[in-house]
């Protein structure tokens, strides 16, 4: 058995061609969709980057193991204290470790534990790599040691090789010599210059004022894109960026695959394609980042194409709603190994050996390093619950029918409140039972104590500075209320 996982940081499923993207984004991506199966309600249960992966990695929702931030005491796994043994009991549980005890050989290459100095989720991994830009890196960069580890050990058997990417998240850097494949393809129609304007008229970092973060000033670094967005050409700009880095990215999946092709061992390869997170680009006015729990952000793709699993599916859709969880869950049960009795996934292998299965009633999904959101996706909807704004004009309750209103523009929490109670009564059922295997309580109130989620703590100097400049851009009004609401919602959202 042979399986790469091709994991690349901050990609929605609805920027890749082979997910309907009118723009022609990733060919090499949806060659290997073509090839196998995808699946297009699949979630991160924590976002963004540090909880979505420990999530993956320890088989656990963020919940369950408090790490849910990106920074503070909720952004490590809890110590064990008095009770540890000989090893760490993490250690003993995580993915690679399952995965090694099943025979495989487990390598991984990606600068992401270094970055958030998240080491656990290399537990279990025989063999790691950082290639060193610390989640700067380009394709160009990480590609090379993923080829010359082929090149020695590709032919070999039973190893699992977790190759991690870059190029969609911020800064739009990939190199100049790429060009931009966009420059002629137009926008989506949702994109308005109306809605462009109510959004300048509110708030936040990474909103359309601030693209960047608490100024509209592009960082060095920043090849393509804009420092805010004052009209659709400013839209496009910034769109071109972030699907050029898509597109750049997936040249280099197309010479993995070649490269598989040349070694002979593409037919009998597992291939495995998802991401952490997704990245909102204008939804809920945020730019660029990644900073709820909605359909943009949770949302990601999986495809999987798995010989002897997935050969009678070929270019088929799995439907059904799935964790990042889940996932673990299936990779152990196709690599022949049982999952953890602490694990909360649930494997789907069955699910892609038919075609198909029912998936989850619902989930639960949650954002807790630039906001405190907890949100419940069931049927067609989407309820999110704020707990902290992250800085952001963000009602209590948010409500959307996701499958006619995918950019989330249209709040149906004050029309449709018996939709609000259902949803609440999911996520609070949901709470009431994970709570029993809760490491370190509900993870919210402790970041909440703190001041905060990391990116947007009230007790960072960010937070006056971002004060300061709203007053000095004409939105003085909407600094009063942050120094009057803090991180609390202004409004419940519920108002006629």
């Known amino acids: 058995m042979r399986v790469l996982c091709i994991d690349i940081d901050t990609l929605r499923p609805d920027h890749l061609s082979c997910y309907g993207y009118h723009r022609r984004t990733s060919p090499n991506i949806d060659a290997v969709a073509a090839d196998g199966v995808r699946l297009t309600d699949y979630y991160a249960s924590d976002t963004p980057c540090l909880p979505s992966r420990t999530a993956l990695f320890t088989g656990r929702f963020g919940i369950c193991t408090g790490t849910v931030n990106h920074g503070g005491e909720y952004a490590d796994l809890p110590l064990e204290g008095a009770g540890r043994g000989f090893r760490q009991s993490f250690s003993a549980s995580a993915l690679g470790s399952v995965l090694r005890r099943a025979g495989l050989h487990t390598v991984s290459v990606s600068p992401f534990p270094n970055r958030h100095t998240s080491y656990h989720m290399t537990y279990g991994f025989t063999e ?53 494949p966009f420059v002629d ?26 693209v960047p973060g608490e100024t509209d000033e592009l960082p060095p670094g920043w090849r393509m894109g804009r420092g805010s967005i004052a009209s659709v050409a400013d839209a496009k700009a910034h769109y071109d960026g972030y699907d050029t880095g898509i597109h750049y990215v997936d040249s280099y999946v197309g010479r993995l695959m070649q490269d598989l092709a040349d070694l002979g ?87 892609l050996h038919k075609g198909g299965g029912p998936g989850r009633e619902y989930l639960v999904l949650s954002q807790g390093a630039w906001s405190c959101q907890r949100s419940v996706r069931w049927d067609d909807y989407l309820l999110i619950r704020t707990y902290h704004t992250g800085m952001k004009e ?90 009057r609401f803090g991180g609390r919602p202004f409004t419940s959202g519920l108002e006629a």
Do not use: K
């Open 128 to 180: 790691t790599y950082d290639t060193g830009g610390g989640g700067l890196d380009n394709a160009d960069q990480v590609y090379p040691p993923v080829r010359r580890w082929l090149a020695a050990n590709g032919r070999r058997d039973n190893w699992f090789l977790h190759v991690n990417f870059w190029d969609p998240h911020t800064p739009y850097d990939h190199p100049e010599a790429y060009g931009n």
């Open 185 to 210: 393809d137009p926008l989506e129609p949702w994109i308005t210059p109306e809605l462009i304007a109510r959004q300048r008229a509110s708030f936040g970092p990474h909103s359309a004022c601030e």
């Open 265 to 351: 061992i593409y037919e009998e390869t597992a291939i495995v394609i998802t991401a952490d997170h997704g990245e909102n680009q204008g939804e809920l006015n945020v730019w660029g980042d990644h900073q709820t729990a909605d359909y943009i952000c949770n949302r990601i793709p999986l495809i999987v194409r798995w010989p002897g699993v997935t050969d009678g599916h070929r270019g088929q859709v799995v439907g059904g709603l799935y964790y990042n969880v889940d996932l673990a869950a299936t990779l152990a049960e196709l690599a022949g190994a049982e999952a953890p009795a602490v694990w909360d996934g649930q494997s789907f292998a069955a699910a």
């Open 394 to 483: 963000f009602p209590e309750y948010m409500l959307f029918d996701v499958r006619r209103d995918p950019h989330e523009l249209h709040s149906l929490a004050s029309a449709r409140p018996e939709l609000v109670a259902h949803g609440m009564l999911l996520m609070d059922r949901w709470v009431g039972q994970r709570m029993h295997h809760a490491l370190r309580g509900d993870p919210f109130w402790g970041i909440i104590r703190e001041g905060g989620p990391l990116h947007a703590n009230e007790r960072h100097p960010r937070w006056q500075r971002y004060l300061e400049r709203l007053r000095q851009t004409g939105r003085g009004h909407h600094a009063a209320l942050l120094e």
